[in-house]
Structures are given as structure tokens and as C-alpha cells.
């Protein structure tokens, strides 16, 4: 299926549907014209619903081009899409400094290295919570 320079999926799963990830996807669908799987007429942006992308600490999450966009709410995810028809779109929360576009993604999702697995935040504090916990032996 076509995909946009940008391939922005919403979580709708338990947690981030029950968090707003339903209304952040009606949202992002009315704002571009789009119905689920729809790329905008300038190829710029194409838009699913994910069950699960496993970020649950950060729910609502929006993927863009793989990449986390954390607790979301439907104006941030608009803008998210707006920054990215511009051609400046706002890093994302968590992994590398800057988005690429799906086709420089889509040779990391392929297994080649692009450099950036280092860059921006990685786990952040509520992914390491339970671990941190565990270390000091807290029931908590």
C-alpha cells in the first residue's frame, strides 16, 4: 500500500484508546481528510490505527515513521502532522534527535545501521520504574 513521507500510526489499544488514542486518531483522520490507511493528496503523510506499539508508560502514544511521540493528546498530534507537511517536523520524544522520513526508516527497519541508535532519550523514567524498584527490593 502507498505510504506518505511520514507514516503516522495511532495506538488504539486498551490503555492508549482509553487514555484518548481513539479520539487522537478521529482527530488526525478529520484533520487531514483521511480515512485509516490514507495518504494526503501531497504524498506527505499516511495514517493507520495500531493495536500495540509496546508503550504502554507513555500512553496515548503516535508512532511516525516508527519513531515514539508520547503522551499525546489530539492538538499535539495535529501538530505533529502540521510540522511534518512543512518539512520541519518536531523530534520525537523518545530515540533519534531528528524524525527521518519512512524512506530513510525503511533501511533501519531492513537491519542497516544508520547512526543515530544512540542519539535523544532512549528508556526513559516510567519504563525503568519497575527495574529501579526491583534493584532496592521495594514492594512497592
Not at 502507498?2 to 488526525?28: K, Q, R, S
Not at 493507520?48 to 493528546?73: G, K, L, S
Amino acid at each position: 500500500k502507498p505510504m506518505g513521507e511520514y507514516h503516522v500510526g495511532v495506538c488504539t489499544n486498551t490503555l492508549c484508546a482509553v487514555m484518548g488514542g481513539d479520539e487522537i486518531l478521529a482527530g488526525l483522520k478529520d484533520h487531514l481528510g483521511l480515512e485509516n490507511d490514507g495518504v494526503t493528496a501531497d504524498g506527505k503523510i499516511s495514517i493507520e490505527h495500531i493495536e500495540c506499539n509496546a508503550a504502554c508508560d507513555y500512553a496515548p502514544v503516535v508512532m511516525a515513521n516508527w519513531e515514539f511521540y508520547d503522551n499525546q493528546t489530539v492538538q499535539s498530534a495535529k501538530d505533529l502532522v502540521d510540522s511534518m507537511r512543512k518539512g520541519k517536523p518536531i523530534a520525537p520524544t523518545r530515540g533519534p534527535d531528528a524524525l527521518p522520513t519512512w524512506k530513510q526508516n525503511s533501511a533501519l527497519l531492513a537491519g542497516l545501521n544508520d547512526g543515530h541508535a544512540n542519539e535523544g532519550v532512549q528508556a526513559g523514567e516510567p519504563s525503568l520504574l519497575g527495574l529501579k524498584l526491583s534493584k532496592k527490593g521495594s514492594k512497592k
